[in-house]
């Protein structure tokens, strides 16, 4: 299959301009070829042509942390400690969750997720492979995971690894290599120190990645250096798990200790401004990992905590938190935030290696209209892009070579029956949470 | 003229859910009736009835500080120190600004900012003609002002003072009144004191408010404390100004009897998030100055520093700050958001007394779909508005009982033109820039 993506203003995280009514070739799932200005639809030989009509092209978004499976709690609980809102809102609540509902609410979220211009999601929860069915048919990639919760290798713990390996097993490289999976030990808190070394040597022995939550609030940190006398960062360190490839959401309190850690082990840190700041968490210091040259990506958490999956919203809400943190308006540019969010230059997790419209990548594109009043002027693209882009912008997505939205409507989904199933769905947790 | 809004959900921002299917009536230009249940077209004798189809509707939002002949200046020059972004970038690009150029500018941002749900817009800036003259044709409502800057009573001074007065001779109460007039001393570090005084005096005269920049920056504040031996607030009050009715905007430094003074005088505050966080100025102390009782609105600053003007990007970030600074959660809750951005009890200014749905008020109403999937589910609309709300959400409003917008449209507005004339004007910018 060749698609000839033509008249489109091709533009990589790399340059504040685009090149103005180019061509992109894409031969099954890999880009072959970029020409830099308008051709012939004639002279390339290819099954189909997509017209851009001088929309903007660029790397679809990586969302590098989130729980899809949580937009069932969207707008659940709100404005509150995040104590209360885990024991007496969101866990009560979860034990009420059906594989099927998490089927329903992982559709909706990457539905949404979509429309924003997201082509690839790392995600942990359970039933995950319910959220692996939905990633499976909506066309985009993943990195999916379960989020065990272990204190012990007994025989609870190892149904929780088991639970993990298990989603490996069946997914790992499913959907034509769009989904991969991860091992997720939930976060240093909740899991044992014998099942973190445990679950850091099934993932090198099964050679995939650990996606896990790190530091995200000062109490656990604290807690840990009660407990252990190190920091989280410290503790993983020294139990072997970022010998790994890790995906480290988060990474809100940490010192420069564990800035070096992180650094000497190539973590890629998936950084959380919005939940972080909706949470009271903190402000990570992402000025400072990159500067060290840590990898950091961009996620939304899930809408529990959002509460959207807006790619937008955070990379605008990335620069800004990065700009008042450091005290400098200089931190975290236009360019620097479009970088975090489309996932350049990570090459990691077998699927991550997107990230810039270059011959030989894959092809996971988007794109843009700027027809809107907030487009308008236009000195700088990736400004416009960043600080007042919007979800409506986009209205074309291919991932893997495959078109997934076109003119605004997903490929193959009925938005208005998942729509109305979640809205259901939200009845019965409407119910529980008047009851509870 | 009678209108019957039928068939929407009534929200104000004091309850979580709306009033299911009610009919709203408007009498010329204020709210009549509010009928909490779905009635039948013909029992109502109306001039014309406007279908809800189960929209939502709201009271339009009060953008609270703005300067939309700045739209010229969106992505112009950003993440750049204050200092080179003014005297390298804006300041010399000022200096080129025509008329003309102002009112096409303020028309597109007003433009946006319907798209928004923005139905009343306080705007500082010069050639303020040209933006009442936007206002007017647009239908929204405005409190407008020159921003004088002078250091003395100067043959200079008393020009620049003589233009805000002029504007207030000009248009204060035109447009059916929905455009008042303000005085705008610039701010306290680009006023002298005798310009200040007297700007108090001709304010009290002409019964008219003040709009003011106060304590953005860490160092104006400072600079004041060195020149003065007070603070820009302790100043303003020790000269009068505070007597008037004065909207403040940022107030970022402001210490407890600042507060106090603020508090003390009536002072209403404008709240800039995204401007204040992307300048690196800081977080004002929004929690603290509602905690003491002293009105706070919602503005966007104008587009040079934000950079756009959409009502839900700014109230999300209001309540992600606020939680952020505070340390707390719970701090600005949805509803208190959604206050701060509807004007919400404010009775000040002449034309912000809006805020509310409810009989006898002003009918400046809006009205939203919720079928994206970012609406779903909805277990409380005031979290799903301000929390996920968009602005693609909002294809309704009305002003003063007249319709600006209906299915997205905006009334008697060639946006498609508009948009035109400012990106050929955005060209000669981009010229300057490059040369500069």
Redesign the interface.
Known sequence: MKIHLKNFDILNSTSSSPIKGGSVIVRDNRIENIIPEDIRENSISADRTIQGDGRLLLPGFVNAHSHLGMT?F???A?????DS?LNEWIWPAEENLTPEEVYWASL??I??AI?SGTTTIADMYFYMDQTARAIEETGIRGLISYGLIAEELDQAGREELQAGLDLAEDWDGKANGRIRVALSPHAPYTCGSSVLKKVSKMAERKGIPIHTHISETKREVEDSFEEFGVSPVERLESLGVLENEVLAAHCVHINNEDMEILEKNDVVVAHNP?S?????S??APINELRNRGVNVLLGTDG?GT?????AF?EM??A???A??K??????L??GDTLALATGEPVDQFGLLNLGRIKEGNRADLIGLTR????W?????TV??LV??G???DVDMMMVDGNMVMEEGNINGID??K??NK??K???K??KI?KEG
Chains 1, 2 share one sequence.
Not at 276 to 280: D, G, H, I, R, T
Not at 306 to 310: H, M, R, S, V
Not at 326 to 331: E, I, K, R
Not at 371 to 374: T, V
Request: glycine share 8%.
């Open positions: 069932i969207r707008g659940y709100d404005d509150i400690e995040l809102w909706l979220g539905v949404e429309h919005s972080n700041m909706k949470l009271s903190g402000a809408p959002n509460n959207d999956l807006d919203g605008r809400q620069a800004f938190l700009k008042l450091t005290n400098d308006p200089t931190a540019s236009a027809d809107a009043p907030h308008t002027p236009e000195y700088n400004s416009n600080y007042s919007k979800v409506s938005e208005e998942i729509i979640v809205n769905i939200g009845k947790y409407g949470k």
